[in-house]
């Protein structure tokens, strides 16, 4: 039981270039998440997808977007990276939505650098 | 916009120390979680708190959810470095198109010298 896995852990891109950010889950969850997460502004939400075949923005969607591949897993793609976009970049999961109490787990995170 | 403000940013006590951090909010929040992150890792859920005026207690760490439901506290008793991490308030966004979405405090990084 691997809980949420993401790949890559780091990643350095070029200005303009894109990347996808890959997330699975295992725990048979219908809510994931992507998160950004910069120094002193804790997690920020980038999407959601509540259950397979729907997503919807978060806090700070602009320059992503994202696919809920099935219940299994959700990508995040950046189509033109910008430095803006460097951090720290989280996927999680949840049985049901925020609104529930439910915990989110979290995958151990990938490291983007956009020089 | 529902705001979760942390305070305080950093702590760095001396083990054997207790601390309290701080989640605030002007609005009323149906559940507050708190979650602790270690470097490279992600965070980790500690506690949920529903009921305003609710305490929970986990070992050495006693969490409240206050009586209005905007505010939550987290108390550390006799720190120990193991206690090393960043510390994070959550609350679901209310209703609309935030439905089932989470928002995050900025967090607080606490240091425990040994």
């Known amino acids: 039981n691997a809980g949420v896995t993401q790949t890559p852990k780091f990643q350095v891109l070029k200005t303009g270039q894109s990347m996808t950010l890959q997330c699975a889950q295992d725990m048979n969850h219908n809510s994931m998440y992507w998160y950004r997460q910069d120094p002193g502004m804790g997690l920020r939400l980038i999407y959601y997808?509540?259950?397979?075949?729907?997503?919807d923005k978060g806090e700070v969607p602009n320059g992503y977007n994202v696919s809920r591949l099935n219940k299994r897993e959700f990508s995040l793609r950046l189509e033109s990276a910008a430095p803006s976009q460097t951090s720290v970049y989280f996927c999680?999961?949840?049985?049901?939505?925020?609104?529930?109490?439910?915990?989110?787990?979290f995958g151990p995170g990938t490291r983007l650098t956009v020089t | 916009t529902q705001l979760l403000e942390q305070s305080p940013q950093f702590l760095s006590i001396q083990e054997g120390e207790n601390l309290t951090v701080y989640c605030n909010s002007s609005s009323v929040f149906s559940s507050l979680q708190w979650y602790r992150q270690e470097p490279g890792e992600g965070p980790v859920l500690l506690v949920t708190?529903?009921?305003?005026?609710e305490v929970k207690k986990l070992k050495r760490l006693t969490f409240q959810f206050g009586d209005a439901r905007k505010d939550s506290s987290l108390h550390i008793t006799a720190a120990q470095p193991g206690d090393t991490g960043l510390y994070l308030c959550a609350g679901p966004f209310a209703g609309g198109t935030s439905y089932g979405k989470l928002t995050f405090g900025q967090g607080t990084i606490l240091t425990v010298h040994p």
């Open positions: 997808s509540a259950s397979e075949g729907t997503t």
């Open positions: 708190v529903v009921t305003g005026g």
């Open positions: 999680a999961s949840s049985e049901w939505g925020a609104h529930t109490g439910d915990e989110q787990y």
